[in-house]
């Protein structure tokens, strides 16, 4: 999926997972309606109470409104139960944080996901909105997140907003130049010190061909809030020029 991406990484809290699931996808018209469900694992098991149960959806509306115009505009829930769903929709992707290792130390230890956040609550409802608008070859993302812990007793929440704009030329927009900032605020508990992360990213692409993908940019990602206090992520930050060439099939 690589090359669906602009940049060289995703979103810092970044929802992906792969599980077993049931689906019904309908597009009527111009709108997009998506009703799914899951257990919320990979790995089945027969043990009593292992019963989990994860509830998604989406709603949005695409359409390509002239030859110079489309706009988009979905939004999608995410809720899983208390009944060990092993909620891995913040954990689920194997390939690591793409910034692989960057804050780690000898001393603290670390690991390729370190750049990314995983809010890690054990079940959770997540509301998501993303605005698109392309026009000629000028694009528009937004992305929109609020995350809230399915225990009330402890609390807790998080919220993401992710800007993004492109501009493509070249005879078939093999080519474009644009920049991200994308950033995550907010709580482990009702009573904890905020974590904030935010992210900045500019750069470029070149499409050699269909399925090969050069890309070059800048990165700063940065660390405050009470919440890091003791880790090693307090007043983190790392910054770079990172170069990825991507062949997808």
Do not use: C
């Not at 509306?61 to 208390?82: A, E, I, V």
């Not at 050699?208 to 890091?228: A, P």
Request: no cysteine.
């Amino acid at each position: 999926m690589t090359i669906y991406n602009p940049f060289v990484s995703n979103y810092i809290m970044d929802a992906f997972t792969t599980e077993p699931f049931f689906e019904v996808t309908l597009l009527p018209s111009d709108f997009i309606l998506v009703a799914g469900v899951t257990n919320g694992r990979l790995n089945q098991s027969p043990i009593k109470g292992d019963n989990g149960f994860v509830f998604y959806s989406k709603v949005g509306f695409d359409k390509q409104m002239n030859d110079d115009l489309r706009l988009r505009l979905t939004g999608s829930l995410y809720s899983s139960s208390d009944k060990s769903t092993r909620d891995y929709i913040f954990g689920g992707d194997r390939a690591g944080g793409r910034y692989y290792s960057t804050l780690a130390t000898v001393a603290n230890g670390g690991t390729d996901f370190d750049p990314r956040f995983n809010p890690g609550f054990a079940y959770h409802t997540s509301v998501q909105i993303n605005p698109f608008i392309k026009f000629k070859g000028l694009e528009f993302f937004g992305l929109m997140e609020f995350v809230n812990n399915g225990n009330d007793a402890v609390g807790g929440s998080y919220s993401q907003v992710g800007l993004e704009g492109l501009y493509r030329f070249g005879m078939n927009e093999q080519w474009y130049l644009g920049g991200r900032y994308n950033s995550v605020s907010g709580e482990k508990t009702d009573i904890a010190l905020t974590n904030d992360i935010s992210r900045t990213n500019i750069g470029g692409g070149w499409f050699m061909t269909n399925n090969v993908l050069l890309k070059l940019e800048y990165v700063n990602q940065e660390y405050s809030g009470g919440g890091f206090t003791g880790s090693r992520f307090q007043d983190g930050k790392f910054n770079g020029v990172v170069l990825e060439a991507a062949i997808s099939f």
